[in-house]
Nanobody
Framework: QLQLVESGGGLVEPGGSLRLSCVAS????????VTWFRQVPGKAREGVAY????????QYGNAVQGRFAISRDSAKKTVYLQMNNLKPEDTATYYC????????????????????WGQGTQVTVSA
């Protein structure tokens, strides 16, 4: 069973940076696309950054475009989310999620299309 573990969250001042990591226990046939989501209490889970398939196609949410970057280190089975110029509204629990190629026909922002999730890591942006 594929398992995902996030790390790298914490408290940072506005304008600061953090890098989140998402380590997979194994690379299975279902490991095709990886997305970082975030969620604050009382709100829906929001797609932040997407990395797909073998061509490493990326997409970003409008709120983070130009500030966040998703990347991978295949040898380490790790996907990163580099977050720069952080704002208080970026405060949330961040989750990484994985879906199969079969589900990759759906919009990347739909959480229900991801079968595997990490436990989340808290990011707090505050002075």
């Amino acid at each position: 069973q594929l398992q995902l573990v996030e790390s790298g969250g914490g408290l940072v001042e506005p304008g600061g940076s953090l890098r989140l990591s998402c380590v997979a226990s194994e690379i299975t046939a279902d490991y095709y696309a990886v997305t970082w989501f975030r969620q604050v209490p009382g709100k829906a889970r929001e797609g932040v950054a997407y990395l797909s398939g073998y061509a490493d196609r990326t997409q970003y949410g409008n709120a983070v475009q130009g500030r966040f970057a998703i990347s991978r280190d295949s040898a380490k089975k790790t996907v990163y989310l580099q977050m720069n110029n952080l704002k208080p509204e970026d405060t949330a629990t961040y989750y990484c999620a994985v879906r199969s190629a079969k589900n990759n026909t759906y919009n990347w922002r739909h959480p229900s299309t991801y079968a595997y999730w990490g436990q989340g890591t808290q990011v707090t942006v505050s002075a």
